[in-house]
DNA sequence: GTGTCGTACGAAAACGGTTTCGGCAAGATG
DNA sequence: CATCTTGCCGAAACCGTTTTCGTACGACAC
């Protein structure tokens, strides 16, 4: 299966049959077409590796995650490799478990592997350090955003879906609006609380209440959600920093005889299938996009792989799903 | 950065650095020492595609999945990049997307790339055709059980699993014993309806009406529960056939004024956290080791590739997880 | 018929490694 | 002291491919 049978079988040289393979110029349409044939024939396999390592280009890149488990990653990997893959670019995939020296474990062997760069899926939480001075190929940062601004970021707009969830319950008629959310130190859970702020402050509401940070958890959201209603009899809408907290919180209002959508509203965050769609009543929710987003960052590699470098930080608008959990318009 | 780079900082032949860097023997320590300080400061990277081409070995198995997107592929990987990692092996992760012309496409890519060997991690549900006669690497099937017994599945003891669950909720007093499960059509839920079937028989135990084939969701789960509660009002347990259905169970059976678990007790199945660990009560759950069963098909991957391959079906065991949804021993 | 040119092809070198094999020195044995 | 063994090293061959460069050959102009 190497180059000299085909050639053999060809009747040619090796190096004319390379050239064949190629594409190259100097060789006649009847040969090439003879080395096609027998290559096809005996299945010959371009050796992709010998080649593209001598020439410098392997097509392939490192995918260093951090956290596959959890389920952002995921979507984001998904669409990365399916954009690079349409550049018929490979994925070498590792999971550094959060772990710095696994990281650079990683590195190292994907660079000893020759990938021709990276893409890094990181904690959307913190602005990783960046590790572009150590690495001769292009890195492209995805869901986290590096500290290093010449680099190239994309990352959630988690501002912006805040507001398209924020809008379309006040465009809805709901006037008390309250947010329950993670835990503080998370960036997304204070971006989406900035976000709605800022819708509200804009339509001269007033927020029902500050915004409750706890944990992503159901369990918190039912908790937040007696302690919001308490607080705040009269609310006619809940945002929740994401599904799981929503779906909490959906629990605590019906065992409270509230009814949603029709006395509050709820919108939850992240799309999370398995939790949004099969709350009660199906949750209303901002999609982050998380697959446009990797395959974002795939073809921003695959642009720096042509030289065509960016940097700078771009954020993947979400988009709003709307289900039952906001109902109709309210009569007002 | 080439060999003789390192060969003439240390003052050697190029023969005796690679010996030396490769960790063969006919080397004097000193000579080695002098070697490996010299690839150290210049950063020498051996070059694992070259060598390992050239030499029959890329150190590189490609991974071969159908749906990343659920969250059973997941786990799985990680244990089998774990395994490999720790045998020096990249992944290179392709998803087929359940598409068969991409499956080919893949398949051929990763060949291209001259992989060492393949893990195709499956659905569970259906035996799929060998891929082991167009392949002259070796393959391990994962989580899906290939039609071909000569080659080696590792799969789920769904059976096994389903039997740790009933016995325990045998052992502990529960005496009318119903089950919520999936789609008949998958193997899964037969094979956990199977294993209920058999320790209740074993127990002398008549199960509380026939299984319940549904779907995978709590919404099937809250509806099944009334169904059953109404037809079986003295139900003491309901083993569920995944964690989402006994999500759904439990919120039923809440509404329906039955105590959990002092009325009656509940298993699920997955140990999916998000769902298991979050409900109301936290749910008794079988855990699939799902990372366990990727680990182990790496390391038969390793084996294969050192020429000890094995062949037929093996059945990772699953465990019980134990929270509050099953409660203490029913007095009796 | 002769000279020029362009094209198509192949021999050979290069690439960056590994592996084989022969030689050399030092120590062991007689 | 002679011989044998052993350990260590390097020259050279090798791997599959690309690339350079020389050459054979046909076409065409004169």
């Not at 590796?49 to 260093?64: E, F, H, N, Y």
């Not at 835990?183 to 509200?200: K, M, T």
Request: proline fraction near 5%; include cysteine; glycine fraction near 10%.
């Amino acid at each position: 299966m190497t180059l000299s049978d085909v050639a053999n079988r060809a009747g040619v040289s090796v190096a004319t049959a390379s050239k064949a393979l190629n594409g190259r110029a100097e060789v006649a349409p009847a040969t090439r077409e003879r080395v096609l044939r027998a290559a096809a024939e005996l299945c010959f396999q371009p050796n992709v590796l010998a080649s593209g390592l001598i020439s410098g280009r392997t097509r392939t890149v490192g995918l260093l995650t951090d956290e596959l488990g959890g389920r952002f990653s995921i979507p984001i990997l998904l669409g990365a490799e399916n954009a690079l893959g349409n550049g018929q670019m490979s994925v070498l995939l590792c999971d550094a478990r959060g772990d710095a020296i696994r990281r650079q474990h990683y590195i190292r062997t994907l660079l000893a592997r020759q990938v021709d760069g990276f893409i890094v899926v990181g904690d959307s939480n913190d602005v990783s350090p960046s590790l572009t001075r150590d690495i001769p190929v292009p890195v492209v940062y995805a869901y986290a955003e590096s500290a290093d601004p010449r680099d190239l970021s994309i990352v959630a707009d988690d501002e912006g879906g805040a507001r398209l969830a924020a809008e379309y319950l006040v465009l809805h008629g709901r006037r008390r609006i309250g947010h329950i959310t993670g835990p503080e130190s998370y960036r997304a859970a204070r971006d989406r609380a900035a976000g709605l702020r800022a819708v509200l402050a804009e339509a001269g509401l007033l927020p029902a209440g500050d915004p409750l940070f706890g944990e992503w958890s159901q369990r918190w959201g039912r908790h937040a959600a007696r302690l919001l209603v308490a607080a705040c009899p009269d609310i006619d809408a809940i945002f929740c920093g994401n599904d799981q907290v929503a779906a909490g919180v959906a629990d605590a209002l019906r065992d409270l005889g509230r009814r949603i959508p029709d006395d509050v509203a709820i919108v939850g965050y992240d799309n999370w299938e398995d939790f949004a769609a099969d709350c009660r009543p199906p949750l209303t929710t901002v999609d982050l996009n998380l697959e446009q987003l990797g395959a974002t960052a795939g073809n921003h590699l695959l642009a720096a792989l042509d030289g065509n470098a960016n940097s700078g930080v771009i954020r993947q608008h979400g988009r709003l799903v709307i289900r039952e959990s906001t109902g109709p318009a309210l009569p007002r």
